[in-house]
């Protein structure tokens, strides 16, 4: 479970960081609007806890320019006792749920597990080939209920080759979900990568078969 922390202040930044670690959660933790926004652009996240009050970017114009990008994460607000506007603020702009500073972890953890189950429930973001399960929305992958790390370029290949399960993929169809693959070394890198995929799904009941000529087919076995 990968969660992204915005919070500048210092105490509340290493305490919360601590004890999600300490729950098990994956965290990436940064204290301004302008880093949150980069790891947003750069990496994929289950969940975003966002203070609203944060130098270089405010947390509402994060915010908005998550949603507006059509990123359907659940988003949890965190503001201060004084906050009403702001809260409001983020409500309409799309968070899913907002805690009051100070507040007790428990209560922080509680809300990220609602806010997850919603947003399993609330868009579809589950697909499924055999033991083979990946949240599209976070790129999480789970095989066999197990979660698998992928790199963002693995998670693309993934989804597109899952989206077509027992049909023949293309590399071309496959370069053209990844917008930053250079396009001489482009047919030499989803080889790579699904070279990659294969050993992570290897003894399972669902293989990559290449189909010479044509491209890649996902299917279980
Ligand atoms: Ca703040």
């Known amino acids: 479970m990968k969660v992204l922390l915005a919070e500048d ?7 919360l960081s601590m004890a999600l670690q300490r729950r098990g959660y994956n965290v990436e933790a940064v204290k301004t609007g302008t880093e949150a926004q980069a790891a947003l652009l750069t990496n994929v996240f289950d969940i975003l806890l966002l203070d609203l009050g ?3 970017l405010d947390g509402t114009k994060v915010l908005a320019e998550l949603r507006s990008r059509g990123e359907v994460m659940p988003v949890i607000i965190m503001t201060a006792r004084d906050g009403l506007e702001d809260r409001i603020e983020g409500l309409d702009l799309g968070a899913n749920d907002y ?3 100070p507040f007790d972890f428990r209560e922080l953890e509680a809300r990220m597990r609602a806010a997850l189950r919603k947003s399993h429930w609330g868009n579809k973001v589950e697909m499924e080939v055999g033991p083979l399960r990946l949240n599209t929305n976070s790129g999480v992958l789970l095989l066999n ?12 290949v993934l989804k597109t080759l899952m989206a ?3 049909r023949v993929v293309s590399k071309r169809q496959i370069m053209n979900q990844v917008s930053d693959w250079v396009e001489e070394s482009s047919e030499n890198a989803v ?3 699904v070279h990659r995929l294969r050993k992570k799904l290897e003894f399972s009941k669902v293989a ?3 189909v010479r000529g044509f491209g890649y087919l996902l299917a279980e076995e």
């Open 9 to 15: 202040d210092d105490y509340l930044f290493a305490a």
């Open 54 to 56: 944060l130098p270089g």
């Open 99 to 101: 805690l009051v500073k």
């Open 145 to 156: 209920d197990k979660e698998l790390d992928l790199t963002p370029k693995e998670t693309t």
């Open 164 to 166: 077509r399960a027992g």
């Open 191 to 193: 080889e790579i990568v």
């Open 208 to 210: 990559i078969t290449t």
